[in-house]
């Protein structure tokens, strides 16, 4: 008879278990749509991580709750915390006057030439209190949560100077503590030309390699560098100079690719050895191909098209079949204002025609992945942490096709219910 061992919570009796095991790769063509999931399903989770995963009278047979009665997920899915791998979690002001300026038809270009757009954002973030930030990521954060995300890449790029961009990063971190949300720092102080720089953009980026880079790293206030790679932002020669000098300081790299134009963003994202490569929009076949030797993944973003009321979207179906692997993200900016996975993960089904399936690994395990994290999060498997989404659905199916609604009830961040009934759980 095996001895029963105590667990801090079991989750029993899920119609459906999803857990992404498997290697802590990112999955590629046929594997994409692996999720492993298990009828019947049953977590044991001790000190905040996963300690056992199977069907129901196994764990059951195996552990013992030490307290208080197992969470029954009779009906429901259980699924990975969504890890949404791509977002400008900081900045200042909205620009909702900008849609109804894209249904007149002006281009995201135009409207950034003219001095609105990432400008606009650059402006509000540069006036705005340190608690203004902070403020605005946490009501963002807790949006995240309450739609099933558990852990999130965040980026700088509204300050565009040293200040600025130190107090978007420092606010990203001061919020994670205060949400139980985990947030991965990114610095994109090329996200745009400031005005003090305007017409030196070569200028601008000495500055960021000789001066910003420098500080952040020292002070370790990001893991990642990115840049908007794009014809009249930064072109392929600057992105690759400071991606270069970002990498030989340690950072690894991310890219927005080829978003509006093709500017052979995928080339330099293989070149330099990105972690990732962003929108991938506009990307060649080539490309995408040379991603693929590199092992880039491709994080696409189908909320971005959707506000940009594009009328096509990336080629997913190709990019899957040439084993190219994928991530989600929403790109939440205040040009694509979104928290909810679940949403991006219908607009990638029903837009880029990528299965459930298939988006699900895109949104937990790959886009774990496509941030570094694939040892300890994306997948519910032995020795992971505990960070679990409850679904009000008896199998993940539902995730798009039950959309507009949200269908997240429980969320666990280490092991602690932190939303219960799709509300937040008041702290203690
Ligand atoms: O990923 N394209 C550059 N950055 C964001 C948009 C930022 C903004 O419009 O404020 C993006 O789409
Ligand atoms: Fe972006």
Redesign the pocket.
């Known amino acids: 008879m095996p001895s029963v061992r105590t667990a801090d919570l079991l989750i029993v009796n899920a119609s459906e278990l999803v857990t992404m095991a498997g290697r802590r790769k990112p999955r590629a063509r046929e594997d994409l749509a692996n999720v492993h999931a298990i009828a019947e399903g049953a977590l044991a989770i001790r000190d905040g991580r996963i300690v056992a995963c199977g069907r129901t009278p196994d764990i059951l047979a195996r552990f013992a709750q030490k307290k208080g009665k197992p969470l029954d997920a009779a009906g429901k899915t259980v699924i990975p915390g969504f890890v949404d791998p791509h977002t ?1 979690l900081v900045f200042a002001g909205t620009r909702e006057s900008e849609l109804v300026m894209k249904l007149e038809g002006k281009s995201y270009m135009e409207i950034l030439a003219s001095g609105g ?2 400008q606009r ?1 650059v402006r509000a973030t540069r006036a705005a209190s340190d608690r203004e930030l902070l403020r605005g990521a946490l009501g963002r954060l807790e949006r995240m949560l309450l739609h099933g995300t558990t852990t999130v890449e965040g980026k700088s790029g509204y300050g565009l100077d040293l200040d600025t961009e130190m107090r978007m990063l420092i606010a990203m971190e001061m919020a994670a503590m205060r949400q139980p949300v985990d947030v991965v720092r990114t610095f994109l102080g090329a ?1 745009a030309v400031p005005p003090e720089y305007q017409g030196r953009p070569d200028d601008y980026v000495d500055f960021l390699i000789r001066t910003a880079l420098p500080e952040v790293v020292r002070l370790k206030l990001a893991e990642f560098c990115d840049v ?1 790679c ?1 014809e009249g932002v930064f072109t392929v020669a600057q992105s690759r100079r400071l991606l270069s000098a970002a990498k030989r300081m340690g950072l690894g790299l991310k890219l ?1 690719a080829d ?1 509006i134009v093709r500017t052979r963003g995928a080339e330099l994202a293989a070149e330099v050895g990105a972690v990732s490569a962003d ?1 991938l929009y506009r990307s060649s076949k080539e490309g995408l191909e040379r991603m693929k030797e590199a092992g880039v993944i491709g994080v696409l ?1 189908p909320g ?1 098209s959707f506000s940009l009321m594009q009328r096509d979207y990336p080629d997913a179906r190709m990019m899957v079949s040439m084993g190219l692997p994928l991530a989600l993200a929403t ?1 939440l ?4 204002l979104t928290e909810s996975m679940p949403f991006i993960i219908a607009l990638a089904c029903y837009k880029m025609k990528l299965t459930p399936s298939e988006a699900l690994t895109a949104a937990t395990i790959n886009a774990a992945c496509a941030i570094g994290r694939q040892d300890e999060i994306g997948s519910l498997e032995p020795g992971k942490k505990a960070d679990i989404a409850v679904l009000d659905a008896p199998n993940h199916l539902h995730i798009p096709y039950h959309f507009g609604v949200n269908l997240v009830e429980t969320v666990i961040k280490d092991g602690q219910v932190v939303v219960r009934n799709g509300a937040r759980v008041a702290k203690v």
Do not use: V
Request: hydrophobic residues 20%.
């Open positions: 400008h757009g990432i954002t996200h908007f794009e927005h978003e929108h973003l971005t790109d900016n205040p040009n694509c």
